[in-house]
């Protein structure tokens, strides 16, 4: 079975551009999660998607925002981006209330 | 979710078994021991959990005291690919409950030398 699938691997952008990121969870996975990882803070909870619905969320400001489709795949939005969301990126995807999370190799995001 | 304790860094001979600790002595009845790894530059990986019985998997065995306090990962034959860090976290077992917010510690950097 194929894993949690992220693309791209890696991208560059610019102060304010924004940036989607997308998420292609294991076969069979309804709840999606996003996280943010970064040398300082560690791992961040960004949010969880169950049934294209929004279920938590994390300490972000509003320019963090995503969604989830029909299929569970999930995209992941990042407006008028800063140098501090420079960071790796990872989805995470689960099966059911007491199945573990497995993540994606995640998405590198460099702003300059 | 409980507190979970650490070492910084473990080295492990390849080959050999590699027994990671995690102190956790605040846990409630109701949360579950989970490991995961990551390699750099990787997401992380999920390798077992457990509530209170020991586990195995294909993977790595987990003990887990009797008062539950404590327990420990067994690598038991480690390799170089095993290089990564070792995160032990505690939690509800029912992430509808809580959702899927994970916590990360600063986890045990294992490093397997040949």
């Known amino acids: 079975k194929a894993g949690v699938t992220q693309t791209p691997r890696y991208l560059i952008k610019t102060r304010g551009q924004q940036v989607t990121l997308s998420c292609s969870p294991i076969s069979g996975h309804r709840s999606v999660s996003w996280y943010q990882q970064t040398p300082g803070q560690g791992l961040q909870f960004l949010f969880e998607y169950f049934s294209e619905t929004q279920r938590n969320k994390g300490n972000f400001p509003g320019r963090f925002s995503g969604r989830q489709f029909s299929n569970s795949r999930s995209e992941m939005n990042v407006s008028t981006l800063e140098l501090g969301d420079s960071a790796l990126y990872l989805c995470a995807s689960r099966s059911s209330y007491n199945s573990p999370l497995h993540f994606g190799n995640g998405t590198r995001l460099t702003v300059t | ?114």
Request: glycine fraction near 8%; charged fraction near 20%; hydrophobic fraction near 30%.
């Open chain 2, 1 to 114: 979710d409980a507190k979970t304790t650490q070492p910084p860094s473990m080295d492990c001979a390849e080959g050999r078994a590699a027994n990671l600790p995690c102190n956790h002595s605040t846990i409630s009845g109701n949360e579950y021991v989970y490991w995961y790894r990551q390699i750099h530059s990787q997401g992380p990986q999920y390798i077992i959990h457990g509530l209170k019985n020991n586990e195995t998997n294909e993977m790595a065995s987990l003990i887990i005291t009797e008062d539950r306090k404590s327990s420990t990962l067994i690598l038991p034959h480690a390799t170089l690919r095993d290089t990564a860090v070792y995160y032990c976290i505690v939690r509800v077992g029912a992430w509808e409950t809580s959702g899927s917010r994970l916590t990360f510690g600063e986890g045990t950097q294992l490093t397997v030398n040949p």
